[in-house]
């Protein structure tokens, strides 16, 4: 707990600098979360996400953070830093016991927390919450894992992405405890097939704090700023067309999802065509689609 006092003094301070001056976080909802601890679980949409979360938090709760492994290998020297902070690497396609026992232990702790993003990498709210069906197959189940083996709520959380010195929301959900949805074995382990309902779960409240957001604000959320440079899920960077510019296309990939489910037809391609797309907007769809394939989708 002694780096618990710590870290609210030093949270004190970076809330100030970050969600107050450089980044101004409006939070709704905050009331909430009234338990001494959860597994907090926001959107993923920039690099950002996770500090800000740290000092909206972390004055207030006992609280570990995870971020993806591949940032201790890119970036060495910055990383031994990481730990002071209680910032500590996972990897983010499957659960490895040596990087998880550490934290289940201390989750048995009533006053600990921790923040993990469940989708692992930055995605666009409007991607995830307009084709959320699909986007639920892209969803590792770590997050949730913790919140089942803990017997601790998870909290999901709507971040709208951040610009500087221009205002953005933090939504707190409503909490989801795990034990509501009959998610253990009858020996008392996870039942890890389940944790599908905790993902739905999970978008489904962030889906209302997103239109809560909205609606709070009077406006719609600021769009997911797309990079040239695409993250895949081994960490690295590859020089192609983002994914998620898709979100262009988004009342064409609903009509073929849709038509997929009424047809079979797998192909996206024919698909398109079926759609009477021009070339290059077959192209993009089918491009777009064959990344998701490649990096995102989980089997």
């Known amino acids: 707990m002694e780096n618990h006092r710590i870290n609210a003094k030093l949270s004190s301070i970076l809330n100030l600098l970050m969600t107050r001056l450089l980044y101004p976080i409006k939070e709704y909802d905050k009331n909430n979360l009234t338990d001494s601890s959860y597994i907090f679980t926001p959107n993923h949409t920039n690099n950002l996400d996770g500090y800000i979360i740290w000092c909206l938090l972390s004055k207030y709760y006992d609280i570990d953070t995870f971020m993806y492994r591949?940032?201790?290998e890119n970036y060495p020297r910055?990383?031994?830093?990481?730990?002071?902070?209680?910032?500590?690497?996972?990897?983010?396609?499957?659960?490895?016991?040596?990087?998880?026992k550490d934290e289940l232990k201390k989750l048995r702790d009533d006053n600990h927390s921790l923040v993990i993003f469940p989708q692992g990498r930055h995605v666009d709210p409007e991607i995830m919450l307009r084709l959320k069906d699909y986007h639920l197959n892209t969803i590792p189940g770590g997050a949730f894992y913790f919140s089942a083996e803990s017997n601790k709520s998870f909290v999901p959380i709507y971040m709208e992405p951040q610009k500087p010195l221009e205002k953005s929301v933090v939504v707190y959900g409503k909490p989801i405890n795990p034990n509501d949805y009959d998610i253990k074995k009858e020996n008392g382990k996870v039942d890890l097939k389940k944790l599908?309902?905790?993902?739905?779960?999970?978008?489904?409240?962030i889906n209302r704090c997103y239109l809560l957001a909205s609606e709070l604000e009077n406006r719609k959320m600021k769009p997911y700023?797309?990079?040239e440079k695409y993250m895949d899920a081994s960490g690295s960077n590859h020089k192609i067309s983002d994914p998620n510019?898709?979100?262009?296309?988004?009342?064409?990939?609903?009509?073929?999802?849709?038509?997929?489910?009424q047809t079979g037809v797998e192909n996206i391609e024919e698909l398109c065509h079926m759609l009477n797309l021009?070339?290059?907007?077959?192209?993009i769809i089918v491009e777009c689609a064959n990344i998701y394939k490649e990096h995102l989708l989980r089997k």
């Open 196 to 205: 599908y309902y905790l993902k739905r779960a999970w978008l489904d409240e």
């Open 225 to 227: 700023v797309i990079k």
């Open 70 to 72: 591949e940032f201790w």
């Open 245 to 261: 510019r898709i979100v262009n296309y988004i009342y064409e990939v609903e009509k073929i999802i849709e038509l997929r489910e």
């Open 78 to 100: 910055i990383s031994k830093l990481l730990p002071i902070f209680n910032v500590y690497p996972i990897t983010r396609d499957r659960l490895v016991l040596s990087e998880i």
């Open 278 to 283: 021009n070339d290059n907007d077959t192209s």
